[in-house]
């Protein structure tokens, strides 16, 4: 069923790994859309030629979101309808798209998420913390001791924290949650809903070990249960 509505602007969530992830409402609104706006054009294919999905592609990234979002803007003026994705997961989640959603906000222009795959809520049902309230940081500073500021900021929050990571800096990240919050439950998650998918539960020096067997890399969320 053809439900897509001209001079609008979907926000499309997609799988964060695992093709089969994504709703069929989402696959409908990426088939009959007028053009997709990606995060990156060449991984938003792997998605699309999977369910062979033709579309016209624009990019739209952090390095040229204020320019994109004036060609998208102008593009749904004119009548058309634009789904934005990212390179997974849901748009404007520590990813491009909250400038572009502003912007149609501001010129009256109507904004329709279609739901599905987050990587944060995936991590949080799976790890058997507190759920009933829980806060999100996306990625915290890449200077150390900004970071740990930061930290100790959050440590006087009592609930579960989600943090996304690096592997690059994955490690440092866990030394300064030791040293912070001691004694806490922590649980890693890395590549959710991918073949190496992996995720560790337990105190600080437990999870440690357990990664000191791990290969460094990939995409990871950290969670402390600060309570």
Same mark, same amino acid.
């Given at each position: 069923?053809?439900?897509? %509505?001209?001079?609008?602007?979907? &926000?499309?969530?997609? $799988? =964060?790994?695992?093709? +089969?992830d994504?709703?069929?409402?989402?696959?409908?609104?990426?088939?009959?859309?007028?053009?997709?706006?990606?995060?990156?054009?060449?991984?938003?294919?792997?998605?699309?030629?999977?369910?062979?999905?033709?579309?016209?592609?624009?990019?739209?990234?952090?390095y040229?979101?204020?320019?994109?979002?004036?060609?998208?803007?102008?593009?749904?003026?004119?009548?058309?309808?634009?789904?934005?994705?990212?390179?997974?997961?849901t748009?404007?989640?520590?990813?491009?798209?909250?400038?572009?959603i502003? %912007?149609?906000?501001?010129?009256n &222009?109507?904004?329709? $998420? =279609?739901?599905?795959a +987050?990587g944060?809520?995936t991590?949080?049902?799976?790890?058997?913390?507190?759920t009933?309230?829980?806060f999100?940081?996306?990625f915290?500073?890449?200077?150390?001791?900004k970071?740990?500021?930061?930290?100790?900021?959050?440590?006087?929050?009592?609930?579960t924290?989600?943090?996304y990571?690096s592997?690059?800096?994955?490690?440092?990240?866990i030394?300064?949650?030791?040293?912070?919050?001691?004694?806490?439950?922590?649980?890693?998650?890395?590549?959710?809903?991918?073949?190496?998918?992996?995720?560790?539960i337990?105190?600080?020096?437990?999870?440690?070990?357990?990664?000191?067997?791990e290969?460094?890399?990939?995409?990871?969320?950290?969670?402390?249960?600060?309570?």
């Amino acid at each position: 069923m053809n439900e897509i %509505e001209s001079g609008v602007l979907y &926000i499309v969530s997609t $799988p =964060i790994g695992n093709l +089969s992830d994504i709703t069929l409402r989402a696959l409908n609104i990426l088939k009959n859309v007028d053009v997709i706006a990606c995060e990156d054009t060449r991984h938003s294919l792997k998605l699309l030629n999977h369910y062979e999905i033709k579309k016209h592609l624009i990019s739209y990234h952090s390095y040229n979101e204020k320019n994109s979002t004036n060609g998208i803007i102008k593009l749904i003026d004119e009548g058309k309808s634009v789904a934005l994705i990212s390179d997974g997961g849901t748009p404007a989640i520590s990813d491009p798209g909250s400038l572009l959603i502003k %912007e149609c906000i501001d010129n009256n &222009i109507k904004v329709i $998420p =279609i739901p599905g795959a +987050s990587g944060l809520l995936t991590i949080l049902v799976a790890s058997g913390f507190k759920t009933d309230n829980f806060f999100f940081h996306g990625f915290l500073s890449v200077k150390q001791g900004k970071r740990k500021k930061q930290l100790e900021s959050i440590s006087a929050i009592e609930t579960t924290h989600i943090i996304y990571e690096s592997p690059f800096r994955l490690l440092k990240l866990i030394d300064s949650i030791e040293e912070i919050f001691e004694n806490k439950l922590i649980c890693v998650g890395k590549e959710l809903t991918k073949i190496n998918e992996k995720i560790i539960i337990g105190n600080i020096e437990e999870v440690k070990l357990q990664l000191n067997n791990e290969k460094i890399a990939g995409e990871f969320i950290v969670l402390i249960a600060n309570y």
